[in-house]
């Protein structure tokens, strides 16, 4: 009988110690996930412009860029990111974002680019960020 006492008590108090940590585990992962219409819309923006880049959509994707961005961009970086060889095969990845301000977004991305001559890739890890220049229309401001 002292066995399954020890047994029982020490169960219930390996419960009390641990649940409480398991529900605050859970709060902050359900707060964490709520999003306003300027997050989705920011998002929404972010997908698009990268399904351009993957899709190799240049009248969708050049527009989609800040002046800004623009400007910081040489002409030959702006042909490397959206001019991959014939044979590449393109991904992406978008994370959790964050807001920078009103209007501003920062999404962390993983870009994959695959040549048909390998069977393997590293994802090269980013930032995109959105900006919104209209009601409902979101730019590129960061090149990721």
């Not at 859970?26 to 998002?43: C, G, K, N, P």
């Not at 009248?59 to 800040?66: G, I, N, Q, R, V």
Request: charged share 20%; proline share 4%; glycine share 4%.
């Amino acid at each position: 009988m002292t066995r399954k006492y020890f047994l029982f008590s020490f169960f219930a108090c390996a419960l009390v110690v641990i649940y409480p940590s398991f529900a605050f585990a859970r709060s902050r992962t359900a707060a964490s996930s709520i999003a306003d219409q300027e997050y989705v819309s920011a998002l929404g923006g972010a997908n698009n412009f990268l399904h351009a880049w993957q899709s190799q959509d240049h009248e969708t994707s050049l527009p989609m860029l800040t002046e800004r961005a623009k400007q910081n961009l040489s002409e030959d970086r702006l042909q490397d990111f959206f001019s991959p060889g014939s044979s590449t095969q393109r991904s992406y990845e978008i994370s959790r974002g964050k807001k920078l301000a009103a209007g501003r977004f920062e999404f962390p991305v993983a870009l994959f680019e695959l040549n048909s001559a390998h069977k393997w890739t590293h994802p090269r890890f980013s930032q995109i960020v959105m900006l919104k220049t209209g009601k409902e229309e979101w730019s590129v401001d960061k090149l990721p």
